[in-house]
């Protein structure tokens, strides 16, 4: 079965500085991947997905991941953190029936002024 | 507006007694599925439907109940509830394959059983 490993349940820059969230996933076949982002008391939004198009992957707000299929990550980068990217962070990804969607544990990221 | 709306937001319930979360979206879309999230554990799928009258289990099915008797509406049933059931429920809908289609999440519900 897939499953996908979030490194740092809480991770905290400063505003301005680079943002680095870390995702693992496991399965034999380059997968489906996903980034969401949840604001407190909201939904959950599609920040990006890989669908094998191209290894690096640009989404709303600035954010980015790209695909390494030698390390099986795909992690999700900005260059610049703003206070209002402070949210929980999902990584995700498609079973292989392509039915079931598999969350992260989730990491959530603050942001220092 | 495109949505999916959950009904009720918050509910506090005691142990047994039945209850329905309504999930409806105004997309047509074909795809729904049911999530519980709880700390630490991300969200776990609960069970998905593909269409009218075809439901799957996901991960985490043992408790609840699904129907899709029509293509907008996809509620969650707990014939009894427990307490381990106190979580944060999602509904959310794509126009296909999750994997191919972007999902849409509802607002979510709040649960808690006493």
């Known amino acids: 079965a897939q499953s996908v490993t979030q490194l740092g349940s809480h991770v905290s820059v400063s505003e301005g500085a680079l943002v680095l969230l870390r995702c693992n996933y496991s399965?034999?076949?380059?997968?489906?991947l996903f980034w969401y982002v949840q604001y407190p008391n909201q939904g959950l939004q599609l920040l990006l997905k890989?669908?094998?198009?191209?290894?690096l992957v640009k989404g709303i707000n600035g954010f980015e991941a790209e695909f390494k299929k030698s390390e099986t990550s795909f992690h999700l980068t900005k260059p610049s953190a703003h206070m209002s990217d402070a949210a929980e962070y999902f990584c995700?990804?498609?079973?292989?029936?392509?039915?079931?969607?598999?969350f992260g544990a989730g990491t959530r990221l603050f942001v220092k002024a | 507006e495109a949505q999916v709306t959950q009904n009720p937001r918050y509910l506090i319930t005691v142990t047994g007694k039945k209850l329905t979360v309504t999930c409806s979206q105004n997309m047509n879309h074909e795809y729904m599925s049911w999530y519980r999230q709880d700390p630490g554990l991300g969200l776990r799928q609960i069970y998905y439907?593909?269409?009218?009258?075809?439901?799957d289990k996901g991960d985490v099915p043992e408790g609840y109940k699904v129907s899709r008797k029509e293509k907008r509406n996809f509620p969650l049933i707990l014939e009894s509830p427990s307490p381990n059931q106190t979580s944060l429920y999602f509904c959310?809908?794509?126009?296909?394959?999750?994997?191919?289609?972007?999902?849409?999440f509802g607002p979510g519900t709040r649960l808690t059983v006493l």
């Open positions: 439907s593909m269409n009218v009258e075809v439901t």
């Open positions: 995700a990804v498609i079973d292989t029936g392509g039915f079931k969607t598999i």
């Open positions: 890989y669908t094998s198009a191209a290894t």
């Open positions: 399965s034999s076949v380059p997968p489906y």
């Open positions: 959310a809908s794509s126009a296909g394959l999750a994997g191919v289609e972007t999902q849409y």
